[in-house]
């Protein structure tokens, strides 16, 4: 499984990202934060599973690219928050929906399962996975 999700983000990140500068790891950042329009440091970098410090250095080219904005925190001054520019989300959106295409186009070569037997049986092992996660009280 690893190897194969490792192959397709891969793919993706050549085939679609890599005309915008994206890494898989700054896509997978841009998107989260323009989902949520404001996350903070420590929420993003759990979510997306990468270390604080992978996000520092990944966050360092999206704000340089005015994609998102870091703001100190409204009651705590210490925590900063991540926020998309109007370019992260018109970005976001566009890469978006080339990677959706690219993900369909690869879903309906021959040999396939169809593609939203492919996606509900992802969906079960991903929330089969975050619940023995939440279980274990393992991040």
């Known amino acids: 499984m ?23 790891t700054s896509y997978d950042v841009l998107v989260l934060v323009c989902a949520r329009r404001v996350v903070d440091t420590r929420t993003a970098a759990a979510e997306i599973g990468i270390a604080k410090a992978t996000l520092t250095h990944t966050l360092v080219t999206l704000v340089d690219h005015n994609l998102v904005r870091r703001d100190l925190h409204e009651n705590d001054r210490r925590r900063v928050v991540l926020r998309p520019t109007t370019q992260g989300m018109d970005l976001a959106r566009q890469l978006q929906a080339r990677v959706d295409a690219e ?36 991040p």
């Open 103 to 138: 993900q369909a186009r690869l879903f309906t070569e021959p040999g396939l399962p169809t593609g939203d037997s492919l996606a509900r049986v992802l969906r079960a092992l991903a929330t089969r996975t975050r619940h023995a996660q939440d279980n274990s009280g393992s």
């Open 2 to 24: 690893f190897r194969t999700a490792n192959t397709i983000r891969a793919h993706l990140e050549r085939a679609v990202l890599r005309d915008e500068g994206m890494t898989w």
